[in-house]
């Protein structure tokens, strides 16, 4: 399972562009699942890094979290609003899997509320999804060309330039 350390040790110009487009979106991302029926869905999704882990919680008993529990393949992509890309984009790929540790979840809701003051201390998660990434790309668009930089994990970042 690649850590969230261990990504950006190998991925360093993708995990920047990660944060910075996360953290400019009050964590705000777009995930990318698959429906029983084959089709992609996109959800709303404010994933938190905790603990080294990428994590994926949210309401109990939504279609999304469905979605992973019978597939657990997801491409999150940082949201935006800007259509020129200005400021990047980044997308993650990866499976991930339910972490069913109580005293992890219990330090989870404690950051929570103590960052957000949401307080999901004591609470039953329904699901606490751990991504292991197994990919991830950004586009930065720059004066005359875009950057797309590509990794995969112990093969580092290449940048594919397009004119």
Known sequence: MTT???FTEEA???AAVFTRRHRATRNLCMLGTLRSDGFPRISP???IIFEDMLTIVGMPNTTKFKDLERDPRFCLHTATVDTQVGDGDAKL?????DLHD???HARFAQKLFDDSGLDLR????????IADLTG???VEVADNHMDVTIWKPTQGERVVRKH
Do not use: L, M, N
């Open 4 to 6: 969230w350390s261990q």
């Open 12 to 14: 360093p110009r993708i």
């Open 45 to 47: 999704v404010e994933p």
């Open 93 to 97: 790929f990866g499976t991930v899997t």
């Open 102 to 104: 109580k005293q992890v």
């Open 122 to 129: 004591g609470q039953e998660f329904d699901h606490f999804f």
């Open 136 to 138: 991830a790309s950004t």
